[in-house]
């Protein structure tokens, strides 16, 4: 059994095939990570074992472990029992991806999936999921990459995984406009099209959030001052227990029609607000480049 050990920080990353687990390793090396892609999950507490015994010199491991490791894929759930049982710590990133991304990056890779031996690519990837449903709930970060870029991947895992916030606690405020869907990995979804929308006056119907009409506009009014003062209460009330509970991110969605103008102010302002209670925010606005004029 493996013995407990405080300064060793695990990290168990699995996911859909093509989903980005490659590029997260690479991000996870640099900022100081030692990581082991495809390892076999009957060397897991091995691994673990050799951390423990450098005694410092490993302080943070990154494990890849996924289909690619075929039936021996199976043993990880008795392996993550064994740390369980040595009362060692981990956390569990998941990546994912749409059908349709992840059929469009195999295409453009020319790489072939994991189980496409058996099955078409398109079916293998629907395989793949249901294999992984389980392991998918029991993760601590869930993050799909179907609209985000390398950059934004980078940024969002340094924020998770860089740097220690408050109580190891990291934010992610998202905007977006509903006419182009809900982000499909948020933990909380607000909807503020109930607010004063800037769109109906000329002069800001081609600005967005971020121009100081809009952002003034938008705050001087008293259902969104009402609105902000409520909901940074909620937010004050529920981050200790996610906390408590052992979550370590929270992906906050903010949605307005179009994601121009109303959640793009309201994920500034909840970031800023955030941050100043010392949590590490990270703020991403999904859709408002879109309307965005080059200067």
Request: aromatic share 8%; charged share 25%.
């Amino acid at each position: 059994m493996v013995e407990k050990s405080e300064g060793l920080r695990i990290l168990i990353i699995t996911g859909l095939s093509g989903a980005g687990k490659t590029q997260t390793v690479n991000c996870l090396e640099d900022i100081g990570y030692y990581c082991v892609d495809n390892l076999p999950p009957a060397l897991l507490t091995k691994f673990v074992e050799l951390g423990i015994q450098s005694e410092g010199k490993i302080d943070k491991v990154a494990l890849v472990m996924d289909a690619r490791g075929g039936d021996f894929f199976l043993d990880l759930s008795r392996a993550l029992k064994e740390l369980e049982q040595g009362h060692l710590q981990y956390q569990i990133l998941f990546l994912e991806a749409s059908d349709e991304v992840l059929v469009r990056r195999f295409k453009e890779s020319r790489r072939k999936h994991p189980l496409s031996g058996r099955w078409r690519l398109l079916e293998a990837i629907q395989i793949e999921k249901t294999m992984l449903e389980e392991l998918r709930g029991q993760a601590n970060v869930v993050i799909d990459t179907s609209n985000t870029s390398s950059r934004e991947l980078r940024e969002k895992l340094i924020s998770l995984y860089g740097k220690q916030s408050l109580n190891g606690f990291s934010i992610n405020v998202v905007s977006f406009g509903y006419k182009m869907g809900i982000p499909l990995d948020s933990d909380l979804v607000i909807d503020v099209r109930f607010l004063p929308n800037p769109f109906y006056d000329p002069v800001m119907k081609t600005m967005t959030g971020m121009d100081p009409p809009v952002r003034d506009y938008v705050m001087k009014s008293t259902v969104t001052q009402a609105f902000n003062r409520r909901f940074l209460s909620l937010l004050k009330y529920l981050i200790p227990h996610y906390i408590k509970e052992g979550k370590t991110n929270l992906a906050l969605s903010i949605g307005c029609t179009g994601g121009q103008h109303r959640s793009v102010v309201l994920a500034e302002h909840i970031s800023q607000e955030l941050n100043e209670m010392g949590y590490n925010v990270l703020v991403k606005h999904r859709d408002y480049a879109r309307f965005k004029v080059e200067e």
